[in-house]
């Protein structure tokens, strides 16, 4: 089933849950961030021109949401996992952003750092300045089955609830 529709929007989302399995841990930290119940649609990671950056609106449930997104779940104990994402716009905005995504066996702040550093090198090769960065973050420590989720969704007007 294709279906298109014109991306107005990106919102980021960060969520963390315990679950009895790995999927049902995914499934808690969907829901955790927002996005539980909703279909994403895995894609790269390119923000069309001309979008705006948004809190996470209320979504429609069901809606086919293209969404850029790092997770990671873990059954350690004490482990800590983290995930993160982050977008940078160019200064001009009828150019598209970037989507960079981190998951990892590691602390929040080592997140942040590694999607900073993509977000700068991504721009740097693309020859284009920076006009706005953002940089989402999670980690969770295992009890039992852990994950740790951070996504950017992609919106339509006809996604919202």
């Not at 849950?17 to 279909?39: K, R, S």
């Not at 809606?63 to 977008?87: E, F, K, R």
């Not at 940078?88 to 702040?109: Q, T, Y």
């Not at 999607?115 to 973050?137: C, N, S």
Request: hydrophobic share 55%; aromatic share 4%; charged share 20%.
């Amino acid at each position: 089933m294709f279906v298109s529709k014109t991306v107005t929007m990106a919102a980021a989302a960060v969520g963390d849950a315990e679950g009895g399995t790995a999927l049902n841990a995914f499934d808690n930290a969907l829901l955790a961030a927002g996005i539980g119940n909703v279909n994403l649609v895995k894609i790269s990671s390119i923000i069309p021109p001309d979008v705006a950056i948004v809190e996470l609106p209320k979504i429609r449930p069901g809606a086919l949401i293209p969404t850029a997104y790092a997770a990671i779940t873990s059954d350690v104990p004490g482990q800590t996992v983290a995930a993160a994402v982050g977008y940078a716009l160019p200064d001009d905005p009828s150019k598209p952003g970037v989507i960079m995504e981190f998951h990892d066996v590691a602390a929040r702040r080592d997140a942040e750092r590694a999607i900073r550093a993509m977000l700068v090198e991504a721009f740097a090769v693309r020859g284009e300045p920076i006009r706005e960065l953002g940089v989402f973050a999670v980690e969770h420590t295992v009890e039992r089955v852990g994950c740790a989720l951070a996504a950017v969704v992609l919106l339509a007007e006809q996604d919202l609830a």
